[in-house]
């Protein structure tokens, strides 16, 4: 995994490697992260996972949202308890990257818990005004721009706190050219 991850980060200086939440996962995190590659622990389901990729160095944490909303647990709890925990420990610089959105009132939910970043399907970010249509509207205001990808789309840098909206597919970027 960590060689696999190395070579997948050379590719780009914005370039997250993923790894599951996982005992494998977390080494593959904590090696990455001592070579200063940027991780996204991912297929993250409980607040005791993130806390484990978080001292493990990862750069984001992905929980599902969606998936733990399916099993009958509260997906957005699980936000709210890794938000509280990073913000409990200064020394923590994991982002919250809140995956599986299914629906557009997730990715409000989302923000409002203290999630930095979504993943949106890009049908969301077209829709009507009554769902996302402020990501078109804000986007000739963001100081960094927007770009659509085909299959899923980050939504980044809290519209709570900055009103800063970015959208890139499948993974962050911090600029466009």
Known sequence: MIAEGERLADIAANVAVKVPSTWDGFRACRALNQLGRKVNVTLCFSANQALLAAKAGAT????FVGRLDDLGLDGMEVIREIRTICDNDKTFTTEILASSIRTPLHV???AIAGAHIAT???????TSPSTLSPIRALSP????????????????????????IIIAHNHRLNSFA
Do not use: T
């Not at 984001?60 to 929980?63: A, D, L, M, R, V």
């Open 60 to 63: 984001f944490i992905s929980p």
């Open 141 to 164: 205001f963001s100081p960094i721009g927007v770009r659509r990808g085909k299959r899923s789309c980050n939504w980044l840098r809290g519209i709570a706190r900055e009103a800063s």
């Open 108 to 110: 409000k939910q989302a």
């Open 120 to 126: 949106v399907p890009p049908e969301y970010s077209e």
